[in-house]
Nanobody, 130 residues
Framework: EVQVVESGGGLVQTGGSLRLSCTVS????????IGWFRQAPGKEREALSC???????????DSVKGRFTISSDSAKNGKTTAYLQMNSLKPEDTAIYYC????????????????????YGKGTLVTVSS
């Protein structure tokens, strides 16, 4: 069973930085992709970024490109930790941030990630004060 646990949210001032972490377990070899999503109050969930465990490719939404960076540790025994480094934060980045995962081909290439992933963590709140 795939499990996803994220952490690292908090309060930060405009222009500040924050790093979110996400531990994913329960997959085989490098057959996974990890994505970050967020949902602000009254808004729909937004796909932010994805990293492929298979070839390391990364993808970003226009809203965070150049400010956020996704990365992940090498997987071991079906477990890995991914990160979302968030710089130059703005008040409009305030949201609950969710880590998610999908496994197996072709999903380990981040295929279709912007439509959502099957496995989500509980979310972590990020608040950017003005």
């Amino acid at each position: 069973e795939v499990q996803v646990v994220e952490s690292g949210g908090g309060l930060v001032q405009t222009g500040g930085s924050l790093r979110l972490s996400c531990t994913v377990s329960g997959f085989a070899f490098d057959d996974y992709a990890i994505g970050w999503f967020r949902q602000a109050p009254g808004k729909e969930r937004e796909a932010l970024s994805c990293i492929s465990g298979n070839d390391g490719s990364t993808y970003y939404s226009d809203s965070v490109k150049g400010r956020f960076t996704i990365s992940s540790d090498s997987a071991k025994n079906g477990k890995t930790t991914a990160y979302l480094q968030m710089n130059s934060l703005k008040p409009e980045d305030t949201a609950i941030y969710y880590c998610a995962a999908q496994v197996g081909p072709p999903y380990y290439y981040c295929s279709g990630y912007s439509n959502g992933m099957p496995y989500y963590g509980k979310g972590t709140l990020v608040t950017v004060s003005s």
